[in-house]
């Protein structure tokens, strides 16, 4: 399946036009760091639903410990329990943004692979033990050098940013590019791969 995954820095999308596009799913951002919702959330939410989008939602850690990770997964916990989303109405699930796009973890003590691991780990048990299926987003290069996915158990699934070129993970879901246009605005494009 096609789709694309978006927050509010996208601003406000004209959603009918994205189906029209060829686009089968959305992954809406529903916050970052401790507790901040993204302001479009919602709004992205009714908007994908609105034209029959599978949908699925992440969060962009802005932590460096474990127990951050919790706190992270416990928000997202209870925005969903308050957006009345199930897991059954997130059939493309929820994912662990673990990245340092900004450079905040560089600038504020980064984790070692361990911890980045175990942040990873805890999130996941997290939202599993509420009934969600969780996996975790990063680089190529982050899922091959900083986290450990061997101490993962064998079912968390990957959503692997790698522009450019091939998925060589076999994540399921390759997010491809950031410059996908659709009616003028850009967006990441993703593969959902469903096996």
């Known amino acids: 399946m096609n789709g694309i995954d978006i927050s509010e820095n996208n601003g406000v ?3 009918q036009l994205v189906k029209e596009a060829g686009i089968d799913f959305a992954i809406i ?3 970052y760091g401790k507790g901040h919702l993204d302001s479009m ?5 009714n908007g994908a639903l609105g034209v029959g989008l599978k ?19 416990q928000f997202v916990i209870d925005t969903l329990a308050q957006a009345g989303l199930t897991d059954e109405q997130l059939p493309i699930g929820v994912w662990f943004d673990m990245e340092d796009a900004d450079d905040w973890k560089g600038r504020h003590g980064m984790p070692d692979n361990q911890t980045i691991t ?13 009934g969600y299926h969780c996996g ?9 050098t900083k986290i450990d996915r061997l101490l993962l158990a064998d079912y968390v699934p ?8 091939s998925d060589d993970i076999g ?13 003028g605005m850009q967006f990441d494009g993703d593969i959902y791969y469903d096996n």
């Open 29 to 31: 951002r529903l916050g």
């Open 158 to 165: 990957y959503w692997n940013a790698q522009w450019g070129s």
């Open 55 to 73: 949908i699925g939602v992440y969060y962009y850690d802005y932590g460096l410990d474990v127990e951050t990770a919790e706190i992270e997964a």
């Open 13 to 15: 999308v004209n959603w």
């Open 118 to 130: 175990a942040m990873c780990s805890a999130f996941i048990s997290t939202l599993n033990a509420a």
């Open 41 to 45: 959330f919602y709004a992205n939410v």
């Open 171 to 183: 994540a399921k879901i390759w997010q491809y590019t950031d410059r996908l246009l659709i009616d």
């Open 136 to 144: 975790i987003y990063a680089s190529l290069d982050w899922l091959e």
